[in-house]
């Protein structure tokens, strides 16, 4: 018997090896072994049985991993082709597939000595008054942990060992599952009533589950594209407003999938894997005729909760799945509904190889296996929103919030004017700070939205004009007063803040920081407001795992009046009394240099905004920008993404970028900008001597990456904007795989990526 392994090595190829009498058992595609390659023993993935080989005198496999195989065949094949479309090697994409926790050699179940009672046959021997009391407990519990048992006894080890030697108890180890959620209280919930629009939508997922067959043949790169191969009734774009009741039709459309017999695979950004969003899908099937159990995937998970929640998947004893982008590889079987929420993240895009889009593999992963998609959205990106017009998607629409609530009412604060009015740049308008104390007045809720952290963003002398910028990175470094630091916030870089000048021609003590970030918006609102309870959440604040569900779990409670944040409390929260949404520095994303961002900006502002007027009062939403009248703020206002949509395709058909075309960013970096500057345009000739004669390509560049030098290493990019990015995609591989860089130069591919910088 012959195994084609593939190892863990990339090295763009699989090698045969014979498979031992006693573990041919064992051995499947799939299956994860341990092989001899050279002098060392190395890891690898079974990939194929073949009958033969060409090569002669093959060693034999050593051992096989885990009691059976980790990889099922079908997410194989999809890892073949997130390989083949995203350009990097076969070896890449399947160690993707499993966490690190799952990948070593040895199985890392946490396991703890019980104690057993057994039957006891006749007169109990004769014991010690210490033996006896054991017993009694023992005989009462029937089971418990040994450390348990000599807590509450006081006795020792030896004690409970001479009841095992008598035959009244077994002591031996058992698997401790380590669950994540384990302390929550979870409460079973019944389904809701749905309204017209949320059955409606229910009913056409539900139709296409009874209709659905795997494709008979894996999608080729060479000739299908991701987020372009869906079929109608196949895959789904959800458009529902905010809190129009998406998560009900997600329960009730994976209630119908466990219906059939077949799991689900759920995906949200990780920003919003809150308690608060697991609890209500654990809850919906804690119990019930669908009883199963939730798996939970994502960073924030110690290794061996992480190895414990995907055995659970793998033996099938949890049928659904709940996690963050590399959730999209969980061995579900058989899988028949995946659910990619918030689906225009930029958040489910890998930044590392495999650089693959969770929402895009999403999609071809349902199609591979007859599985039904729906991609979730207040405001789908602009490639998912084309696709349901064109018809490759299905369209289904909930304009509307449940019980008919009202979307909140948008104020566009125009802060040059405040300037004026204020007599310098505030931080807040005089309309958001009457808003804010009549909401403390009436005991509401308020929560301030700026996607910056720290206290300032720059520090400057205004005599000489120094800027405290990072020696490693093109970028300021911000200052965290608390920790009395300047960090930066690429590379993490920091250094005491100086109190005067660094400059030693000038030694100015005048120095001043410019810009702001959420610590110093809390600062100022403790001393506007010393009344009211205060929170800060972004990446400084949260230091460990717990924190954040502490700080949600206080504001849900009332402990806290106003929770200030970054992204992370931009969506996937319900706060009924939550009715003030102040968004400070709304058009900051604006000016990226990115073809997205005035979409950024739109989605951001209208997901900021949908977190008000989720119970019974109205809510209301005050945006301060700088520039108010800019199409994708006011697009926000008005809550109007149909008309944000046809703005911003006529802004984009004309230079090509997507939907209209796909892009592939090549990015070089090495610490000589001479020789990566040199670097990039041989690789502009030999890109364009591969895709010479090719319609509607453009190739932009070389140029200076956005930021142009990062954790010390000069960057310069490419951009190619195709339609043909399965073909573009192989030859690239090809090309790249046959060219030798300078030893410090580093060339990376990005397809369909979500950030240019």
């Known amino acids: 018997m012959i195994a084609r392994v593939t190892l863990e090595i990339a090295l763009r190829r699989e090698f045969d090896y014979l498979v031992p009498e006693e573990l041919r ?41 885990g009691k059976q195989s980790q990889i099922t065949p079908k997410v194989l094949n999809l890892a073949r082709w997130i390989a083949s479309y995203y350009c990097c090697a076969v070896e890449t994409a399947i160690k993707s597939l499993l966490p690190e926790a799952v990948r070593k050699e040895k199985e890392g179940w946490r396991e703890r000595l019980f104690v057993r009672a057994l039957p006891v046959h006749g007169e109990l021997p004769k014991l010690t008054k210490r033996q006896l009391e054991v017993w ?31 035959g009244l108890v077994e002591i031996a180890p058992q698997v401790l599952e380590r669950d994540p959620y384990a302390h929550e209280t979870i409460i079973p919930t019944q389904p809701l009533p749905l309204n017209p629009e949320q059955a409606a939508a229910l009913a056409r997922v539900v139709k296409a589950l009874d209709g659905l067959t795997p494709a008979r043949e894996v999608p080729s790169p060479a000739s299908a594209s991701p987020g372009l191969d869906g079929s109608p009734g196949a895959t789904f774009l959800l458009h529902g407003v905010t809190g129009s009741g998406k998560t009900e039709v997600y329960l009730q459309a994976i209630d119908a999938s466990l219906d059939r017999g077949r799991g689900a695979i759920v995906l949200v950004p990780e920003i919003s894997l809150t308690p608060q969003t697991v609890e209500r899908f654990k809850a919906r099937f804690s119990s019930g005729r669908h009883q199963t159990l939730v798996a939970v995937l994502h960073s924030h998970l110690s290794a061996g909760e992480r190895h414990d929640e995907w055995h659970k998947i793998r033996q099938g004893r949890a049928r659904i799945v709940i996690g963050a982008r590399s959730a999209i590889f969980a061995p579900v079987e058989p899988l028949g509904l995946i659910i990619v929420d918030e689906e225009h993240e930029h958040s489910y895009k890998q930044e590392e190889a495999p650089r693959y889009h969770a929402r895009d593999v999403a999609v071809v992963r349902g199609r591979m296996e007859g599985a039904a998609v729906i991609l979730g959205s207040a405001t789908p990106s602009m490639e998912s929103y084309a696709n349901a017009l064109k018809g490759k998607y299905t369209l289904l629409e909930m304009p509307t919030r449940i019980d008919d609530r009202k979307l909140p009412l948008v104020r566009v604060i125009d802060m040059r004017s405040e300037g004026h009015k204020q007599k310098g740049l505030p931080i807040f308008s005089l309309p958001l700070k009457e808003g804010i104390r009549q909401r403390l007045e009436r005991r509401e809720q308020v929560m301030l939205f700026l996607n910056r952290r720290g206290y300032s963003t720059s520090l400057q002398c205004p005599k000489c004009g120094y800027v405290a910028g990072c020696p490693n990175c093109s970028i300021s470094l911000t200052f965290h007063r608390s920790e009395g630091v300047l960090r930066c916030h690429v590379c993490s870089h920091s250094a005491p803040a100086p109190r005067v000048c660094p400059e030693t021609s000038c030694r100015n003590p005048e120095i001043r920081y410019s810009g702001l970030g959420t610590e110093k918006v809390e600062e100022t609102l403790r001393k506007l407001f010393p009344q009211a309870r205060v929170a800060r959440m972004d990446s400084d604040t949260l230091k460990r795992k717990e924190d954040y569900r502490t700080i949600l779990g206080d504001f849900r409670t009332g402990k806290i009046d106003i929770l200030v944040g970054t992204q992370m409390i931009a969506k996937g929260l319900h706060f009924p009394n939550v009715t003030l949404v102040g968004i400070i520095h709304a058009d900051l994303s604006l000016h990226m240099p990115d073809f997205r961002a005035g979409e950024r900006t739109f989605q951001l502002l209208t997901q900021v905004s949908g977190r008000a007027g989720r119970g019974d009062v109205e809510g209301e939403v005050f945006v301060q920008a700088f520039t108010p009248f800019h199409p994708a703020i006011q697009f926000a206002r008005r809550h109007d993404f149909a008309g944000f949509y046809e703005q911003e395709i006529e802004f984009r058909e004309p230079l090509g970028y997507p939907p209209f075309s796909r892009v592939a960013l090549l990015t070089l970096k090495g610490r000589n900008e001479e020789k990566v500057g040199f670097s ?31 954790e010390t290493f000069y960057r310069y990019q490419l951009m190619i904007r195709c ?19 300078p030893d410090d130069i580093t060339v990376t591919v990005d397809i369909d990526p979500a950030n240019l910088g």
């Open 136 to 166: 009694h407990l023992v005989e009462e519990r029937r089971e418990l942990p040994l450390q348990e048992l000599l807590e509450l006894t006081g006795a020792t080890a030896e004690v409970a060992r001479r009841l095992e030697d008598r």
């Open 25 to 65: 058992d064992q051995v499947t595609v799939g299956t994860r072994v341990k092989i001899p390659f050279g002098p060392r023993q190395v890891m690898g993935v079974v990939t194929s049985l073949p009958e033969s080989s060409t090569h002669t005198n093959l060693r034999s496999i050593l051992k096989v991993i």
């Open 680 to 710: 990039a345009e041989h690789l502009r000739k030999g890109v364009e001597g591969l895709v010479r004669g090719w319609k509607g390509l453009v190739i932009a560049g070389p140029a200076p990456a956005p930021l142009a030098r990062a």
């Open 723 to 741: 339609r043909q990015m399965p073909a573009l995609s192989a030859r690239l591989a090809t090309y790249l795989a046959g060219q030798e860089w």
